[in-house]
């Protein structure tokens, strides 16, 4: 799988640039104590030795002191592609896996044995069939947390569902006349989509959206694209409004801009559904995406099938004070029973 075209060794030297190196020092420290785990299962089978914000040979080297397998689990692939660098045989562990939080347009199952990948649910295609629900007059719920896929060798894959997917489940089962993909009346409900600018990590959404809104003969999405501005996505959003679109799907880098938006949606009696988020947003009428303890608990499910039985782990994230990262962090401690 590509590394979005950094090369690996490009990210290590910049990971072991002087103040990088001196904050993964200071965490790994803090973290493990020595050689101590920071936290561990009943049983001790699976063992966190540390988390940092880089993964080098010195963060992994308490794991040589010890037999068996090791997994760096990165919650994003900015760290993943060094942690998968890192857990190969030629860096002392015979036996490493990396699991790698992907959100990617291009993620794919993995090639290699060591890796495996958790692939966040952008609720793209949710958003589409919210947004038909909505055109029926139905109330939406304000936030659906989902879940995501895990990609792992051989062509193997898991589902950690959320809540958010149970209650879809059930708006399937109570509207099913609705979302019919062969509807009754000859009626069209024009959707607007509005990402934030042309950027991979909007482009994944976006293909599911336009996938999802495929499917339904009644529905025709409109697709723009901003210029990573808030004052351009209103201008783009207004101008669909005022082509009639009933309902407006956008992927936002910064909810709290999404204001303005909201007032217009309103003024139109439109939806504003915000997609690919994984919190909720007090300007937009539903705000679907990924659950970020989700996210975790999958890397966790992911260790089990991998490391079956234990393993030494290693937690890397950019910034792990993020509310994200110790979302996930919180999520991956709980499969795992770590405490």
């Known amino acids: 799988m590509p590394w979005r075209g950094v090369g690996a060794h490009r990210i290590m030297r910049r990971m072991m ?18 050689s101590d785990a920071l936290l561990q299962d009943a049983t001790g089978r699976y063992r966190l030795l540390a988390r ?10 308490p794991a040589r002191e010890h037999p068996g397998a090791v997994v760096a689990f990165a919650h994003d692939w900015r760290t993943g592609a060094a942690a998968r660098t890192m857990v190969r045989p030629k860096h002392g562990l015979a036996d490493g896996y990396a699991i790698v939080v992907d959100a990617s347009s291009d993620v794919a199952p993995p090639e290699d044995r060591h ?33 995501a896929s895990i990609l ?17 489940e059930l708006l399937h089962r109570q509207h099913a006349e609705l979302l019919t993909t062969t509807p009754r009346l000859d009626v069209v409900f024009r959707l607007g989509f509005v990402r934030m600018a042309e950027d991979d990590a909007f482009r994944r959404a976006t293909g599911e959206a336009a996938a999802a809104a495929a499917r339904f003969p009644q529905l025709d999405l409109v697709r723009r694209t901003g210029d990573g501005t ?32 909201a007032t217009a949606c309103a003024e139109q009696r439109a939806a504003l559904i915000l997609v690919d988020a994984d919190r909720v947003c007090e300007h937009a009428t539903c705000t679907v995406g990924a659950d970020a303890e989700m996210l975790g608990r999958a890397g966790g499910e992911a260790v089990k099938v991998l490391a079956p039985n234990g393993a030494e782990l290693f937690e890397f994230a950019v910034d792990l004070t993020a509310e994200r990262s110790q979302r996930i962090q ?6 795992l029973g770590l405490h």
């Open 17 to 34: 640039s002087g103040r990088v190196l001196a904050l993964t020092t200071a965490v790994w420290l803090s973290s493990c104590g020595g």
């Open 330 to 335: 919180r999520g991956f401690a709980t499969a």
């Open 152 to 168: 792992l060798p051989g062509g193997r894959s898991q589902r950690q569902p959320a809540p958010g997917n149970y209650v879809l």
């Open 230 to 261: 808030a004052a351009t996505q209103l201008r783009l959003g207004r101008a669909l409004l005022a082509e009639g679109c009933r309902a407006l799907l956008v992927v936002s880098d910064d909810p709290p801009e999404l204001a303005p938006l």
């Open 52 to 61: 940092s914000t880089a993964p080098t040979e010195q963060v992994f080297e």
């Open 115 to 147: 890796d495996a990948f958790v692939v966040p649910d952008t609720g793209a295609a949710v958003a589409i069939e919210l947004a038909l629900l909505h055109c029926h007059g139905q109330s939406l719920p304000r936030h659906l947390p989902l879940g």
